[in-house]
């Protein structure tokens, strides 16, 4: 599995004091403590950033591909700070995320495709949340679409079911596993030449849970999505046990090698 590692959000202190100040250090901190855990990419949440969003995703894409080789996820509603993060990031980065609305995709889908980037497609529109798995599927479809006419590969493409607090919307929770399954299926429903990938951004299950309940959660619903064919998915690498259990799923799928030492 991908893992996409989320602690980087300017909705936290520490990150919002560092952006604010410009000092890279405990940015940096983060970005090594995920890659040390596990994390494949790391996600860049800096909000809607509509002040000086261009100049913060480039400092921040900066400042940490200087100090650590691992790949970013640039994460905003501001569709300028993304293009700037991609001007300067080494490597493949991911574009975190894309609606199926139009007027998003026209933009995104080709940009993706210039800066060879991978990209998360979310099934989402300005309409809201779609209330049904099929309203879900139709969503994905017409980012699948967008993806085929702007070149993007499928291989790049990662499909967002959206998860859901079971907490608030407990429906919904099943509704995303059932919509993954059948994103699982587009391949042969569309004749497309690869599967697209998927994802989630998984610690949204535990939202509004206590606290002693967010792990046991996260990493129960992840199994779920695994067994469904989930291929990668944004969380939090330092959860200990949720690594794990990623671990062990692998060995139990016969995906790596039984070791005594595995988890070490």
């Known amino acids: 599995m991908l893992v996409v590692g989320e602690n980087i959000s300017i909705v936290l202190k520490v990150v919002a004091d560092a952006v604010k100040e410009r000092n890279a250090e405990?940015?940096?901190?983060?970005?090594?403590?995920?890659?040390?855990?596990?994390?494949?990419?790391?996600?860049?949440?800096?909000?809607?950033?509509?002040?000086n969003g261009e100049e913060i995703m480039q400092w921040l894409v900066k400042s940490i591909q200087s100090e650590v080789d691992i790949p970013l996820a640039l994460d905003t509603k501001n569709i300028s700070a993304i293009e700037a993060g991609l001007e300067v990031h080494k490597g493949c980065a991911m574009i975190n995320?894309?609606?199926?609305?139009?007027?998003?995709?026209?933009?995104?889908?080709?940009?993706?495709?210039?800066?060879n980037s991978k990209?998360?497609?979310?099934?989402?529109?300005?309409?809201?949340?779609?209330?049904?798995?099929?309203?879900?599927?139709e969503i994905a479809m017409d980012i699948v679409?967008?993806?085929?006419?702007?070149?993007?590969?499928?291989?790049?493409l990662y499909l967002d079911p959206i998860v859901l607090p079971?907490?608030?919307?407990?429906?919904?929770?099943?509704?995303?596993?059932?919509?993954?399954?059948?994103?699982?299926?587009?391949?042969?429903?569309?004749?497309?030449?690869?599967?697209?990938?998927?994802?989630?951004?998984l610690s949204n299950v535990s939202?509004?849970?206590?606290?002693?309940?967010?792990?046991?959660?996260?990493?129960?619903?992840?199994?779920?999505?695994?067994?469904?064919?989930?291929?990668?998915?944004?969380?939090d690498p330092l959860d200990r046990e949720l690594m794990n259990t990623v671990k062990t799923f692998d060995i139990l799928t016969n995906k790596i090698l039984y070791a005594h030492s595995y988890l070490e």
Request: hydrophobic content about 40%; charged content about 30%; proline content about 6%.
């Open 166 to 201: 079971v907490a608030v919307l407990q429906e919904q929770v099943k509704n995303c596993i059932d919509a993954l399954k059948v994103f699982k299926e587009l391949k042969e429903m569309m004749g497309l030449p690869d599967d697209p990938k998927t994802i989630v951004g």
């Open 145 to 156: 679409n967008s993806a085929l006419e702007y070149g993007v590969p499928m291989e790049d």
């Open 119 to 137: 990209i998360v497609g979310i099934a989402l529109t300005e309409k809201g949340i779609p209330p049904d798995v099929d309203s879900r599927v």
């Open 207 to 235: 939202q509004s849970s206590p606290k002693e309940l967010k792990s046991l959660l996260n990493r129960t619903y992840l199994v779920i999505l695994l067994s469904n064919g989930l291929d990668s998915a944004i969380v």
């Open 97 to 115: 995320s894309v609606t199926g609305d139009k007027d998003k995709l026209d933009v995104l889908m080709p940009m993706a495709k210039k800066y």
């Open 26 to 51: 405990p940015i940096v901190k983060m970005a090594k403590e995920q890659k040390e855990a596990g994390a494949d990419y790391v996600d860049l949440n800096i909000g809607p950033a509509t002040k």
